[in-house]
């Protein structure tokens, strides 16, 4: 497995849990997602994108990196861009930090959106804000929290055969309509088991802060 950590414009507090998940991966930063390679102490191996976004004040060794840029009128966001180009480097999944967030609400929907597509294909993708993480849903999945985590399981479709277990509110085969908030606002209660027989959907965590787990 190679793992790629994709660098983007997001919001990002750098908690331990962040750092744990992107050590050992490669990096790569799409344009304004560079400005977290210094707060997780990340060297990205390429900096991609039209650069419109360029951080101000990056130290001399982040501003050396090697630069791979695209015009500004193109059909891929910086980050798609970025996701590509690790696939094509080798990436078998990726952890989209700063996907949350941000000054761009398009972008955001745009990560949620790509990440669920590149699930589709086969590669495990993750997005992470350090205060919210997402994990795109099929089959069945398992996660572990500490009990009275929050998260919400949103649908980009209408969801058949939903079965949520190791939640406060937990659910069992069920139908969900497309824009219903029926999933929104769960707490785990164990091991977080969801299944997803058909539909899009994403789940999103809330992890706890340290110190309260």
């Known amino acids: 497995m190679s793992l790629f950590t994709i660098l983007l414009g997001g919001d990002l507090v750098p908690t331990p849990a962040v750092a744990r998940q992107v050590a050992g991966s490669r990096v790569i ?8 390679a210094a707060a997780l102490e990340l060297l990205p191996e390429l900096w991609v994108g039209d650069f419109d976004s360029e951080p101000d004040n ?3 060794h982040l501003r050396s990196v090697d630069r791979q840029g695209f015009p500004r009128e193109k059909n891929k966001t910086d980050g798609e861009l970025a996701a590509d180009i690790a696939i094509a480097r080798g990436a078998t999944s990726l952890l989209m930090v700063g996907a949350f967030g941000g000054t761009r609400s398009d972008h955001e929907f745009l990560h949620l959106t790509l990440a669920i597509r590149l699930s589709e294909r086969g590669i495990p993708v993750t997005l992470t804000s350090g205060n919210q ?3 795109p849903l099929g089959g069945r999945s398992e996660f572990s929290y500490p009990n009275n985590t929050l ?3 949103i649908a980009f479709s209408e969801l058949s055969g ?3 277990t190791g939640a406060k509110w937990p659910l069992h085969d069920v139908e969900v309509p497309f824009g219903s908030s029926w999933t929104i606002s ?3 209660d164990g091991l977080l088991q969801v299944t997803v027989r ?9 992890p706890q ?3 309260q787990e």
């Open 198 to 206: 058909a539909g899009r959907a994403m789940l999103i965590v809330h």
């Open 133 to 135: 993480e997402g994990f």
């Open 29 to 36: 930063a799409a344009d304004a997602g560079m400005k977290h």
């Open 151 to 153: 998260f919400s399981v």
């Open 186 to 188: 769960n707490e785990t």
């Open 209 to 211: 802060p340290a110190g």
């Open 162 to 164: 939903l079965t949520v």
């Open 58 to 60: 990056l130290p001399a």
